[in-house]
């Protein structure tokens, strides 16, 4: 299949359509469309999230088709005066992976990252998914890590 013409775009407010392919792209892509899709924010949330400076998300176009995006969150630090890019989601359509698609992605982050001031962008990536750790590996220096959901239930004192 020839590569489809494809631009980067960091979306803002008036893009909530395309979220909206891209959250379909997340759900068809992680295999969890219940989280992507089951409870859709409204068009005024969306906005107000894309309208965020430290919310980046960036899609893969051809046209107004999503072929891939990432959402991103800028986080300021209290150690040092720095700020760190969190990768949240990453996802290339399958029709269209082994494009460098992602890795353009994360390119165009680390663009916005650096005109900000960010000292580093970093990602989790899951235990068994071969492609994504051998892309990160790639790109950056892996660490070994434990990640803890902690649910925000008033606890008994």
Do not use: C
Not at 29 to 46: K, S, V
Not at 135 to 143: N, V
């Amino acid at each position: 299949m020839p590569s489809l013409p494809t631009s980067l775009r960091r979306l803002g407010p008036t893009d909530v359509p395309l979220l909206r392919k891209l959250n379909a792209l997340f759900g068809d892509a992680f295999g969890d469309r219940e989280t992507y899709e089951g409870e859709p924010p409204t068009d005024a949330y969306l906005e107000g999230l894309l309208a965020k400076e430290h919310v980046f998300v960036i899609a893969a176009l051809s046209d107004d088709r999503v072929l891939g995006g990432l959402v991103a969150y800028e986080l300021d630090k209290f150690e040092r005066m720095r700020r760190e890019v969190y990768i949240y989601d990453l996802a290339v359509d399958a029709a269209h992976r082994r494009r460098h698609i992602a890795t353009d992605l994360i390119g165009h982050l680390r663009d916005i990252a650096a005109r900000r001031g960010a000292w580093v962008v970093y990602v989790q990536a899951d235990h068994g998914d071969d492609p994504a750790i051998a892309l990160y590996t790639e790109l950056g220096t892996r660490e070994d890590v434990l990640h803890f959901d902690i649910g925000v239930e008033p606890q008994p004192r």
